[in-house]
């Protein structure tokens, strides 16, 4: 049987190629960090990376690593089990209580990915007689999350107030039960932030609850680091925050759902991927804990991310990139064409900076781009030299 499907998907995976959108794995060879060890052309070589979520450059903190080592000492490598049945350390519920108080709401729930959480709230919360209204690009977890559960699906335009409100009314004349809004809090192809307090606003007006997926954001927006709902001054307005151990916050694993206390405890009952998934590590719950002491004592790595965020911008902008617009540590410099973007991102490998081309199905037809992503980790130095080298790339493109 599978040789008929072989061909199938050798073809599929040609035409990937053939359309420029294939996706190579580089392999690094060293720890995540602000340089890193990759394989090109098959030979090993030092380069500036600029295209990985760790935007606190806390991926390889000697702090967060020695933490990390006493945690293996005193609580072990796994847990071999879930969480109801004998997968729970103190580890556990004290990182669970630690972001509850950091991220200002009620409860807190671990899963073993953001991706996990986003698929366990939907089923959980609405069943047919609700209505979900997402935004049309959050990301692909909240999508899958969505599709598991019985709820109506209403979609807005990205970022558009009038239509989320459109889609509220259909909703409420459609006999909902349960409303839901959700949006991305930081939008990850696009670095452009939500509107919480418009969207706060609306769901009081419609009697309507709000969820966040706030993973680009934790740790590094907002004045204290709590995301986008700290930035727009609604902590306290929204009922539903999902984010991740992974990209700011470590960069590790492990996701979360931090919401008011009867969301959280209909989760821990109901929610299949905390069911049914084993633990997170504790090593990493540990980790994660003094990743949290580090951005509570002090600011200088979301001022260090915020200088070079604003550097690499308006170098980029004055050397005439169309780079899409906003403050964010996320700034996507826009090609169009996937196969540019493709070659672009080669020949800044080539020039020691790494960084990846994002196409279809990833951003839409015609909208491909080079995501680039600041770190606190990297100097000013390094942000220059990243400028540079995209000059003398588009030189040799357009050569």
Known sequence: MFDSVRDDLRATLDEIRAAGLHKPERVIGSPQSATVSVTAGGRPGEVLNFCANNYLGLADHPEVVAAAHEALDRWGYGMASVRFICGTQEVHKELEARLSA?????????YSSCFDANGGVFETLLDAEDAVISDALNHASIIDGIRLSKA???RYANRDMADLERQL?????????????VTDGVFSMDG?????REICDLAERHDAMVMVDDSHAVGFVGPGGRGTPELHGVMDRVDIVTGTLGKALGGASGGYVAARAEIVALLRQRSRPYLFSNTLAPVIAAASLKVLDLLESADDLRIRLAENTALFRRRMTEEGFDILAGDHAIAPVMIGDATEAGRMAELLLERGVYVIGFSYPVVPQGQARIRVQLSAGHSTEDVNRAVDAFVAARAELAG
């Open 192 to 196: 452009y932030v939500a509107p919480l």
């Open 152 to 154: 109506r699906r209403f």
């Open 102 to 110: 950091f991220l200002g709401q009620e409860d807190t729930i671990l």
């Open 169 to 181: 009314k259909e909703a409420t004349e459609g006999g909902a039960r349960r409303k839901l809004i």
